[in-house]
């Protein structure tokens, strides 16, 4: 690993684990078309959503397709503005700053894209993609920029002699991997993933999910994992939110075997038992 | 139906307006005006020329006069020709007349001549009929509408067949009935042979790629296995589905062909609005130009909304939306 | 497959290259100055270039020789041939007259024919001026208003259409309705429109200019459309928010990600347009709008043949006209190969233009 990335060392396991991040009655509505400027009434998307994810922890939201999960995805992000509502980040308020205070904030929460194919610019190398973030917030020369985003593919197991390639020159999972080392460059604290282990062969996925799992320890990471498959984030997740129609439904640990799709089922005991088995091979 | 209407209305009318002022607005501030002549004229004294400004509204200020000149339009004037001295409308109206019987001559013998061909074309994509006409075609495209209308009159003249100028011969206005629509359709064969050969190559290219685009469905070679005859499939089936892009295609080329004729209307004399426009702008004549001016782009409006119809009839998937 | 197109856009760039600096170097390639009349000699057939003389004998040096009018000086001329006198081609020959570019020493000209005799190999229009010659000093004036006006068409649909597209709400709407009002006259009434807001007699110098912004403002409103859809389908491409969301400016997203989505557009744009604009100067000029005498204009040497005589019987006068079909088939050439060209794997299929669609003549 290069010297640039630094295992965060003060956070002891013995402290309370803070809260990264915070949603407090989020709000999020979209209008449809517009008529000489006025905008039309809107549909609504978030209703009143309220968040929580702790440091160093991985916060799964799940929902059925329409429920608004990538739209909060977005919000969190700092890409769309909530309609009202406020998000607290390391206890500083987001909502309401400008475009250019919310910079330092924006860098520090990443957004992973859905479609990789579509969040890289083909134009572009693997190495200028990943060193993209790095020339936008103006760190170091060109030649040091290349020098860590060669570091940045090692570590998400990209070789480095793909760097000269377009992402179009790359398999579906190498390109997860260029959009995740991108999203690391400028060591974020909170990743949100949408949808990141979709489309995916079970063989790519575990790999993948492995990986994300990896650099949650060596960079100290916050995940927010968004999925519309319960079953995903099983065993991913220290915390469940499910989304329904643009609102938090329920709340709380996983307790779900892979036979079952939602949180209220009661499980066997034995399932329960072969499940934790499971889970804690694939932590380690 | 009615909604989607009265909003293409709405656009056009906005349209028209934006036009009128925007012409209006270049044609006064343009340097130079009618009496400009006259005032270095040592014949004539500056009060005369100062007096005839004043009656003719010259003084006032460019809102002032717009307003009066829509308050024209409205009694039906369209504004007052200097030049003629009489309102415009009179002297527009049997010019405009002459343009329109050319342009849609013009419109329909092309689009008559481009359907056939772009459609065998594309039946017989790749091979020797297709690369002939893609030549012909091609060098058609590239000669520019001067040299056709020239080319056209130097033929005419050389061959001496049909009358090379004007609308009617002189002696016309004793013959009456169908002697002088035999002498109108005589005078009008040369400029509309030689707008029809301006817009026929772009027609057909759009015919024919339009043909092929749905040549290539499923559908189509569905029709082909059941044994419908090739003839058929190709006008009833596949024609009318390559409609949509035509029929926007028809809008624009009403405006092509209102800027084709203006040259054509000039080179053959034909006593259309081409050759008053430039006679107007020559002269310093505004209202006859902004008269003009709008009066094509109205034309190119309907047409326009007339291919909106058109589509929206045709295709129910703008119905939806 | 992309390599034809690839070698149909050198061909045409090349040839059209070639051709531009043919006319740019009319100083050397034309025998005579455009305005230099010839009074004695109106409407003089072409002369024929012979190698052969009338014994039979090959001349290595080819030779020209006189036309004598044989007509009476009130009618048409009737030229007959005189070979009393021969004027054999001399190359690289050193002009004579007065040049104020005498300071630079005697100005060369790449052929011609020792005085007093004179070869007219396109013949002369009614003031006797070389056609050669005019049609050499034309093109400057007509393919390179044709670029100019291009650039600024472009430049100026390009800008609008960005910042239409890119920033949306009030300026997408103001944009696209004075677009839209460009866009309703038809092109001729709006280019003449625009062209009365000029002066009626234009020289050569600055008003060549005016005549050209006023071509090119004719023709912004289509390109900022096409320009406009390009950039509203790629600034909404997610790896446009990711740049947004690592601090990109505005300034850095334009440059970086939309500026080469539309590249292709604009390129295939200017081959279609700058035939437009060509063919735009040429009409005014033929109509008289355009440059004034004795300025040189492959519009304003047709003008001459709307009178019926020459028409029938002048067909030289001609030359400019057909000089313009292998510089439009060349740049529709361009157009068309560009096009696929840029119908590359890795464009979206919205960002595929084709031709038919950016037939932007009308």
Known sequence: MSAALTMRTDLSPTDEPQVLLRALALCKGYARGRTFGRNRPSIEVLRAVDLKIRAGSTLALIGPSGSGKSTLGRCLACLERPDSGEILFAGKGLVSLTPRELIPFRRQIQLIFQEPAAALNPRFTAVEVVSEPLLISGRGTKKERKERAIDLMALVGLPAHLGDRSPFELSGGQRRRLVVARALALEPKLLILDEALAGLDLSTRAQISNLLLELQKVCSLTYLFISHDADMVAHFADEVAVLHEGEIVTLGPPRLPVCSRSPHTDQSPAVTAAFSRLSGLSRQ | ?321 | MNHMYKKKIWFAALSLASVHVLVLGAGFFAPYDPAEQHRDAPFERPMRLHIFDSHGRFHLRPYVCTWVNEGNSLGPPRYAEDCSHTWPLRFLVREETHAPRAALGPARHLLGVDAPGRVFLLGTDDYGRDQLSRLLYGGQVSLFAGLLATGLSLGLGAILGCIAGYFGSWPDDVIMRVAEIFMALPWIYLLFALRAFLPLNLGAGQPFFLLISVIGLAGWARPSRLVRGVVLSAKQRDFVHAARGFGASNVYILRRHILPEIMGVVLTQAALLISQCILAEITLSFLGLGLGEPAPSWGNMLAGLQKYYVLENCWWMLVSGLALVPVFLLYHLLADALCAHFKAPGLSRKGRMTIEKLQVAI
């Not at chain 2, 307006?17 to 005032?39: H, K, N």
């Not at chain 2, 005369?48 to 809102?63: C, D, F, M, Q, S």
């Not at chain 2, 419908?228 to 024609?239: K, S």
């Open chain 2, 1 to 321: 139906m009615i909604h989607f209407l009265a909003q293409r209305l709405a656009r056009a009318l906005f349209v028209l307006f934006g036009v009128s002022v925007l012409t209006f607005v270049l044609i006064d501030l343009a340097p130079g005006e009618y009496f400009q002549a006259m005032r270095l004229s040592p014949q004539i004294s500056r009060e005369t020329v100062a007096a005839l400004r004043i009656e003719y509204g010259l003084e006032r200020p460019l809102p002032a006069r717009y307003l009066r000149w829509l308050g024209s339009v409205s009694r039906g004037e369209l504004g007052f020709s200097f030049a003629y001295n009489s309102p415009v409308w009179p002297l527009l109206r049997t010019r405009t007349g002459n343009t329109l019987i050319l342009t849609f001559s013009a419109l329909a013998c092309s689009w008559l001549v481009a359907i056939p061909i772009g459609v065998m074309v594309a039946s017989r994509a790749g091979r020797w009929q297709d690369r002939i006409f893609g030549i012909g075609t091609a060098f058609l495209q590239a000669t520019p509408d001067v040299l056709i209308g020239l080319g056209v009159l130097a033929l005419a003249l050389r061959v001496r067949w049909l009358p090379t100028g004007g609308m009617y011969a002189p002696a016309t206005s004793e013959i009456e009935g169908s002697g002088k629509m035999k002498d109108l359709v005589l005078h009008m064969v040369l400029p509309v042979l030689a707008l029809t050969a301006g817009m026929l190559p772009v027609l057909v290219r759009h015919v024919r790629s339009a043909m092929l685009e749905v040549l290539d469905t499923p559908f189509i070679t569905a029709a082909r296995g059941h044994g419908i005859p090739p003839c058929r499939i190709l006008f009833g089936y596949a024609l009318p589905a390559a409609a949509n892009p035509l029929i926007s295609m028809f809008g624009l080329s009403v405006g092509a062909l209102l800027s084709g004729s203006l040259l054509i209307e000039v080179i053959m004399s034909w006593p259309g609005v081409g050759p008053m426009l430039l006679e107007a702008i020559l002269q310093r004549d505004p209202y006859v130009v902004v008269a003009v001016v709008l009066f094509s782009t109205l034309f190119l409006v309907a047409g326009s909304l007339l291919a909106d119809v058109c589509l929206y009839i045709a295709d129910p998937r703008i119905r939806v939306e």
